[in-house]
């Protein structure tokens, strides 16, 4: 069990290209933290120069708050899944496990006894004598998680462990990989490019972009106080809409004029607005803050370009000449391309971002 | 009856360029001049003291020739393979023993080795030696003239070697190694329990090939030594069927070279059970 620090790391690869530009992480211990962003974002370097595989061109890598920055990766007291698996094909399910606990001259019977235990904690325990090349893909993927559970790892690095599983498995191994680290409590860091992935597991998500970190904090967090537009629109499915908005302010309301739509809101609970007078700004609004209302009552209306039924719930999309809106309704509400529907906005969750810096504008009253 | 067609071309080619000549060095290997079916061809072989000495030389050269071919190569590939600042450079300058056909390797190193040759030469040049000290490299005893033979061999044929053992390395991926190095390994462990294991069946062909090419070598010894210096099995096959000049001679040399088609895919199959049981105990000592 352990914390981790990532002081000022950087990585640069050539002249022009950086793996990974600035990077300040505290991992608490027994946390599950996280890594997102799009691919070529850099999660990979950052798990690499953690794991000692890659060195760092800058920083300082604390673990337990001793520094292991240069020390080669056999003893950092880290292990590793790695995205496609890289288990070893020449050895049995067995000796994979086992490889690393003979290293560390185990005797013959701990070593047994700790390679059954954690074979049936990720399920494998029939698979011991076969050989990977006998084995599907999600039966590769649990060798790799056997082999870096069995070393009782101080911190345990996830490299995209589950991309290669179909949809479904890789819905249930989610589960699993949450009830194992429960159970084991493991400081641990799991990359993925799937932001339903990290919200569904990560105690606090590090949202990266271009080599830097954009957000840390809990899914709520990430998912309810984005901090920029691009954590807005990276984050949930379908991810925030968004609406160039004109500043106005009259007597007692701020007015949002959009092409389709003028909005008012109360000006008290938007001081901050107040310095964007007569200016853009951008309006972001969640999928399901945008809401089917009466036509009286309706903010603007519009005609349905699509419905994707989802089972428990339906996501509409709406043509507003130059964006495509898409909301989330409910599994019984009655709508079907072409229709002319009323909308409104939960205006206590609605977010405002500068356009210039793109960064999200904080109201003291909350919201 | 379609897939008997598509072979048919292949089939016929070997029986006219392959397996005729072949069938027909077997049967003249077991007639005599007259014409008559014997086994005197070999008979005159095993009597002669000349044949054990080859045997026995090629053996030499063979053993110690791959060992050090083998070491040495797979040595480079590791080292090119860490793909270091320059390797490619570095490729390309070890590549180049490779480019040359046996006969200028054979020049190249007769012109050398020889008393007033380039490498004494250049010894001088440099002041390791002087004029009265020069090294007569072609003039030593039988020891001295196979290990000249096996440093020529070995750098005509270590690029070679180094090339299969890079291909087979890079065939194996990155990361096996660096989970390896995650799970404890050190250079070593990672190098002898995850690298050589993979890289076993690229290791057996070329064993098998060096062998096979090892067993054959005679055109460098011819150029330094001349015929019988130093006799070796395909040297004596080339002298009694090509050099001697009578056709008892080249029933001997058709004879002798049945042999060593036999001992060429003797010691392949023996390497191949040798390291195929090696295996076997690998795995029941884990
Ligand atoms: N070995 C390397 N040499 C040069 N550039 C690299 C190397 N590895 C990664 N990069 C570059 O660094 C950036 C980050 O890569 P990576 O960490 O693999 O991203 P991610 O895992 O988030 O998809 C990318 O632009 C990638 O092209
Ligand atoms: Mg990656």
């Known amino acids: ?367 | 009856m379609v897939p008997y067609l598509l072979i048919a071309p292949v089939v016929i080619y070997y029986s006219i360029f392959w397996l005729f000549p072949v069938l027909n060095a077997i049967i003249e290997s077991f007639r005599n001049v007259d014409g008559i079916w014997t086994v005197s061809n070999y008979i005159h072989i095993f009597k002669d003291p000349v044949f054990y000495q080859a045997l026995s030389n090629t053996a030499f050269i063979v053993i110690f020739s791959v060992t050090i071919e083998f070491i040495l190569a797979f040595g480079l590939a590791l080292l090119i393979n860490t793909k270091f600042r320059g390797s490619s450079m570095f490729l390309f300058l070890a590549m180049i023993p490779m480019s040359l056909p046996a006969v200028a390797v054979g020049a190249m190193w007769s012109s050398g080795l020889a008393t007033r040759g380039w490498l004494n030469s250049f010894l001088m040049t440099f002041g390791f030696i002087d004029d009265a000290s020069k090294i007569l490299f072609l003039a030593g005893g039988k020891m001295s003239t196979m290990l000249l033979i096996i440093i020529i061999d070995a750098w005509t044929v270590i690029p070679f070697v180094m090339i299969i053992l890079l291909a087979g390395l890079q065939g194996i991926g990155e990361d096996v190694r660096e989970a390896g190095a995650i799970f404890g390994g050190t250079k070593f462990q990672i190098l002898r329990k995850i690298t050589i294991p993979m890289l076993k069946p690229t290791i057996t062909t070329a064993m098998i090939l060096r062998i096979i090419s090892a067993i054959q070598i005679w055109l460098i010894i011819v150029l330094l030594y001349g015929f019988n210096r130093l006799p070796v099995l395909l040297e004596q096959v080339v002298l009694n069927y090509d050099q001697l000049g009578a056709e008892y001679f080249e029933r001997i040399g058709l004879a002798l070279s049945v042999l060593v088609a036999i001992i060429v895919s003797a010691a392949a199959v023996l390497y191949l059970k040798v390291s195929g049981s090696f295996e076997k105990e690998v795995k029941q000592d884990e």
């Not at chain 1, 700004?281 to 603007?300: W, Y």
Request: hydrophobic share 40%; net charge positive; charged share 25%.
């Open chain 1, 1 to 367: 069990m352990a914390t981790l620090e990532l002081i000022d790391i950087a990585k640069r690869f050539t002249k022009k290209v950086w793996g990974v530009k600035k990077m300040d992480l505290k991992v608490e211990d027994k946390e599950f933290i996280v890594l997102l962003g799009p691919s070529g974002c850099g999660k990979t370097t950052t798990m690499r120069m953690v794991a000692g595989l890659e060195e760092v061109t800058r920083g300082t890598i604390l673990l337990d708050g001793k520094d292991i920055t240069d020390i080669p990766p056999r003893d950092r007291g880290i292990s590793m899944v790695f995205q496609n698996y890289a288990i070893w094909p020449h050895m049995t399910v067995y000796e994979n496990i086992a490889f690393s606990l003979k290293l560390k001259k185990m005797s013959a019977a701990e070593i047994k006894e700790r390679v059954e235990e954690t074979a049936a904690m990720v399920k494998i325990g029939e698979l011991l004598k076969r050989l990977p090349g006998q084995l599907s893909g999600g039966q590769q993927q649990r060798v790799a998680l056997a082999r870096a559970l069995a070393v009782r790892p101080k911190l345990f690095l996830m490299d995209e462990p589950l991309s290669n599983l179909d949809a479904k498995l890789r819905v249930t191994m989610r589960t699993e990989l949450k009830a194992i680290h429960q159970q084991t409590n493991a400081t641990s860091i799991f990359v993925t490019h799937d932001q339903s992935e990290a919200m569904s597991m990560a105690d606090r998500i590090v949202i990266m972009k271009d080599g830097e970190i954009v957000q840390i904090g809990t899914p709520d967090d990430v998912y309810f106080r984005s901090a920029n537009m691009f954590v807005a629109g990276f984050i949930g499915t379908p991810p925030s809409n968004f609406f160039n908005v004109e500043c106005e302010y009259t007597k007692e309301n701020i007015s949002l004029k959009h092409s389709h739509f003028t909005l008012e809101i109360d000006s008290m609970k938007f001081q901050e607005l107040g310095k964007y007078r007569g200016k853009e700004i951008v309006l972001g609004v969640r999928p399901e803050d945008l809401l089917i209302v009466p036509e009286s009552k309706a903010v603007f209306t519009a005609e349905v370009l699509v419905v994707e039924p989802q089972g428990s719930h339906q996501v509409v999309a709406i043509n507003l000449k130059e964006i495509i809106v898409k909301m989330v309704v409910s599994a019984e509400t009655k709508v079907k391309p072409g229709d002319k529907i009323g909308l409104g906005f939960n205006i206590k969750r609605i977010h405002f971002f500068d356009s210039k810096t793109e960064n999200r504008i904080v109201f003291k009253g909350g919201v």
